[in-house]
């Protein structure tokens, strides 16, 4: 099986929201269901049954966070020197040639994506466009909204 990849700077950040669930929001979260319990009737209690849905919530998500942490290939983007050409881990620079937006995304693995930080998965039609082109290229790409056309206008990999 290939293991996923990750950036190491996405690694950091799901260890870092690993710690802060379990050292501050598993305590905190085992505290409200004790005093929750103190108040009696369990049937009726909603305050008891709101804290053990966030208390399955988040041991899922511990869960999801150490299986993704312990099966990914964490890759060092300064390492790759691929030049102007785009790998995984590229900060792209695009501008939209119908309405001279300019945009810019990093290709990350699948788990640390996240579009409101400019974040795309490596696995997205639109990441999958871009890989192997080089800064200069201009490509078509068939967005839900239409086709649009992009001139990718730089490619830096951060250290």
């Given at each position: ?134 800064a200069g290229d201009s490509f078509e790409f068939q967005a839900p909204n239409g086709t ?11 250290v």
């Amino acid at each position: 099986m290939k293991r996923p990849p990750m950036t190491k700077k996405g690694a950091e950040r799901l260890r870092s929201e690993l710690d802060r669930l379990k050292g501050k929001e598993r305590p905190r979260i085992i505290a409200a269901i004790a005093e929750a319990r103190a108040h009696g009737d369990l049937k009726e209690n909603a305050e008891y049954h709101a804290a053990r849905e966030m208390q399955g919530f988040i041991e899922g998500r511990i869960n999801e966070l150490e299986a993704a942490l312990s099966h990914a290939e964490v890759i060092d983007v300064a390492r790759l020197n691929a030049g102007s050409r785009i790998v995984f881990g590229a900060i792209v620079e695009l501008a939209d040639e119908d309405s001279g937006e300019e945009v810019s995304y990093q290709i990350v693995g699948d788990l640390e994506a996240d579009i409101k930080q400019s974040l795309i998965s490596v696995s997205s039609p639109f990441a999958r466009a871009l890989i192997g082109k080089s800064a200069g290229d201009s490509f078509e790409f068939q967005a839900p909204n239409g086709t649009r056309n992009y001139e990718i206008t730089g490619v830096r990999y951060e250290v």
